[in-house]
């Protein structure tokens, strides 16, 4: 197993799962016995998952890969039907559950439930373990196993084997050679690349001596109990005609806008939103070209500081904007991503302790994926919607946010303890809010443009006085 999938396999602890669990919903019934064989003669060409996990070496035992003896795909299909009402409130118990419930890591570390009876039609709900695959590599195995017309057909057998994500020591003395190489003929790439990690470096111990995120619903003592959420989606196309008016990209629109339903929840949890941060921890996708079919874990993290002390949401887009950009030409993703390959070669308490410390310095995790831009069809049903959510591991960070992009439109899931935010639909509800309001703001005629209240002046004028400039 490559280090970094090996420091994501470490980080599964009993309370807190380094599972990612992903749904899609059809209006249409979906056959079990056809999702089955779709999964059978499609996901299996990728070797991991027939593949179990286990700890061998001296004197250090580390995570190895190994064919799972007699598989049993039967072991990994479930058919079940959704409790009533049927709606997505029983949808969101049923996936809390299963969220909550570890992986059996004596198999190969993957679950499907298709689920009948949901609001007329089916759920499709996948857990999977995060050594296995990142949200980029998921959508390699979306590809994969959907078909972009009603009219695919599952294939009858497994003709190959799709690459596996770690190289092979035959592909590492290849890499050895290469470097070599560059080394004599391009001295001066090498030596620009050891100044990019030598500046992420520099700047990732900048993160770490900042004072720890402080306490606040979002940390504190883990439960067993996981609570998902997921809110109305939004359509790409609005979300542009908010970026519009502000000069702001997607993610920067759809950050605000998560930023917002924050401020307005811990407000609502007695926290004084003026006076805090909240930091997230938010993968940054490093995956080489080259590697782009591969499973496996190829991304680094940064730290950003939400805007959720910004008063008004025009102020949150535009602080959020200013501080995207700037992450976007740090190299602090790529130093983290080399300290994961070194938590991954040694031992589980190493990487504890280098949880502890990175988490402490956050309250959340955010993920943005891109998903497909076309409906996709599985057993020759249309999916409606596909929605995910990232874990949140160690031992500080109460929730993970993620913002999924399918067929011209966004939604937002919350992932989080039942223990510290038992209402994660709140967020979700808030998030839907604040996006109209700055829709409705855009769409206005400029001269026509709402004002703020006497209230909103008041309030922005105190923050502006007593926050440090971003």
Known sequence: ?????????????????????????????????????????????FERFRQRVVEKGFPLATPHWEDMPNFDINQHMHHIALASPHDETALRSLISD???????????????HVVDDVAGGSALIMRCHHCVADGTAMMTVARELFDTAPGGAPQSDVPHSIPSSEPTAAERLLAMADTAVEVVTHPGQVIEKAAVVAAGAGMLVRELLRWPDPQSPLKGEFGLRKRVAWSKP???KDVKTIGARHGAKVN??????????????????????NHTTVRAMV?????????????????????????????????????TKKRMDELKRSPEATAIKVLFEIFGR????????????FGSKA???????MGPRDVLYLTGVPIDRMI?????????????????SYHGKASLTIGADARLVPDPEVIAELFNREFQSLLRAAKAPRTQAVSPSPREKKTSSRTAATQPRP
């Open 234 to 236: 939004v359509t790409i």
């Open 98 to 112: 299963l969220a909550s419930t570890p992986l059996d890591h004596q198999q190969p570390l993957w679950h499907v």
């Open 363 to 369: 309250s959340i995790v955010m993920t943005n994926v």
């Open 283 to 319: 993968p940054v996708d490093l995956r080489p070209p080259e590697r782009a079919a591969a499973l496996g874990n190829e991304f680094g993290l940064v730290i950003l500081d939400l805007a959720v002390t910004s008063a008004r949401a025009t102020q949150r887009l535009a602080v």
């Open 252 to 273: 920067d629109v759809l950050v605000a806008c998560m930023t917002g339903a924050l401020r307005s929840y811990l407000r609502k949890r007695g926290v004084d939103v």
């Open 1 to 45: 197993m490559s280090p970094v999938d090996a420091a994501w396999y470490h980080m599964d602890g009993p309370a807190n799962l380094a599972m990612v669990t992903g749904a899609l919903l059809t209006r249409k019934k979906l056959d079990f016995d056809e999702v089955r064989e779709v999964y059978r003669s499609r996901l299996l060409r």
């Open 346 to 357: 040694g031992p589980k308490a190493l990487e504890d302790f280098a949880n502890e410390l």
């Open 388 to 404: 995910a959510w990232a874990p949140h591991p160690g031992n500080e960070l109460g929730m993970a946010i993620s913002i999924m």
